[in-house]
């Protein structure tokens, strides 16, 4: 018998949370129908956990007959681990091993009938409230200043360091809907988004490279696009008019942005305090949290390349839709545009410092 058997006692694994950071969704967790994560098909799955093993059973396996299991048996199925190696995979998870565990280890449901949503809003906050603080040196805060030379990391807020797994559900097609490729763990930008009244509403990831202060770049099977090294966590509130509040407001001024780099390069280039909305869609809905006496909002765009649909520009249409939203709540607006199309304030950035403009360090 395998030592790795010995030291683990199925009935005490927090599956969920093992099967989540397998990539295994919210609706394949909820004890409903659901796709399968092996054979991909429709509504045949259920993960009803009701010994405590993690217990699953699918009415149409593979070819169509039926199968049922434990959480080990959809280790090694998703990992493709022989048994021996699928408790060593779920050993070292539960950090058993001299190596750290490098996924959040959310709380499992305490009752039966905790929700899901309960479970995946944990999971959640465990990205960023399990992550470090950045400090010079780090992977995030050498990938940062990477990309916007010069910033005292120090001054960041509601960022963070993580060292977590990414997963791929991979293309849906008839031979593989719904498996999930684990590619392995990485180091992990997480911001903590803060909803207008300020109570975090998601967070937000980015990889990294694990050789170099860049971002992620992992691929399909045969395709040569990387896949987004960018994820979000779900929904703990409403994500409508928040940001990542990556520095305090000066004297009732703050800028928006959408990507973090973004935002932190235009603090470079200007000094006005700037948060991250993430993306265009939320910049334009952005709302400017009561109590912190903000009067004047500097709006740093994208200045995105036409687009042949709409003939505006896509970041530049979401900036001025926001800019009007604010100036009729009566707030000072100050627009800001890259000089160049089809870049962004970090392109700006970097841009100066090539040539050989003064760095500001701030």
């Given at each position: ?220 099977d045969g395709s040569s696009d990387p896949l987004d090294p960018r994820k979000q966590g779900a929904s703990l509130l409403d994500v409508h008019g928040g940001a990542i509040r990556l520095l305090d407001p000066t004297d009732g001024v703050v800028g928006v942005a959408e990507g973090i780099e973004t935002a932190l390069a235009a603090f470079m280039l200007t000094g006005v305090p700037v948060w991250s909305c993430l993306n265009r869609v939320l910049l334009a809905h952005f709302i400017v949290p009561p109590g912190l006496g903000i009067h004047t909002v500097h709006i740093f765009a994208d200045y995105d390349h036409v687009d042949i649909n709409t003939g505006g520009s ?49």
């Amino acid at each position: 018998m395998s030592t790795a058997f010995k030291r683990v006692d199925l009935a005490t694994v927090p599956w969920l949370d093992v099967l989540a950071t397998l990539g295994l969704t919210e609706e394949q967790l909820s004890g409903s129908g659901a796709s399968c994560p092996v054979c991909g098909g429709n509504d045949r799955f259920t993960f009803d956990d009701r010994k405590g093993n993690g217990d699953w059973i699918c009415r149409k396996h593979n070819g169509g007959n039926p199968a049922s299991g434990g959480g080990i048996n959809l280790v090694m199925e998703l990992q493709v681990l022989d048994f021996v190696h699928a408790l060593d995979f779920v050993r070292e998870w539960m950090g058993d091993c001299s190596r750290q565990v490098t996924a959040p280890i959310a709380a499992r449901p305490e009752k039966k009938n905790e929700t899901k949503k309960v479970f995946f809003e944990k999971l959640t906050r465990a990205f960023y409230e399990t992550g470090d603080e950045l400090v010079a040196g780090s992977p995030v805060a050498s990938y940062i200043l990477a990309r916007v030379p010069g910033l005292d990391i120090q001054r960041l807020k509601n960022l963070r360091q993580n060292k977590l797994l990414y997963t791929d559900k991979g293309k849906p097609d008839k031979a593989k809907s719904g498996t999930r490729k684990v590619f392995g763990d990485f180091y992990a930008m997480v911001g903590r988004y803060q909803n207008p009244e300020g109570k975090m509403a998601t967070t937000h990831r980015t990889y990294l490279h694990p050789t170099k202060s860049a971002k992620l770049e992992v691929y399909r099977d045969g395709s040569s696009d990387p896949l987004d090294p960018r994820k979000q966590g779900a929904s703990l509130l409403d994500v409508h008019g928040g940001a990542i509040r990556l520095l305090d407001p000066t004297d009732g001024v703050v800028g928006v942005a959408e990507g973090i780099e973004t935002a932190l390069a235009a603090f470079m280039l200007t000094g006005v305090p700037v948060w991250s909305c993430l993306n265009r869609v939320l910049l334009a809905h952005f709302i400017v949290p009561p109590g912190l006496g903000i009067h004047t909002v500097h709006i740093f765009a994208d200045y995105d390349h036409v687009d042949i649909n709409t003939g505006g520009s896509p970041g530049m249409v979401s900036a001025i839709d926001l800019s009007k939203t604010l100036k009729s709540k009566g707030f000072k607006v100050v627009m800001h545009r890259p000089s160049k199309i089809g870049t962004d304030f970090a392109d700006e950035w970097l841009m100066k410092v090539q040539r050989g403009g003064r760095l500001r360090v701030a």
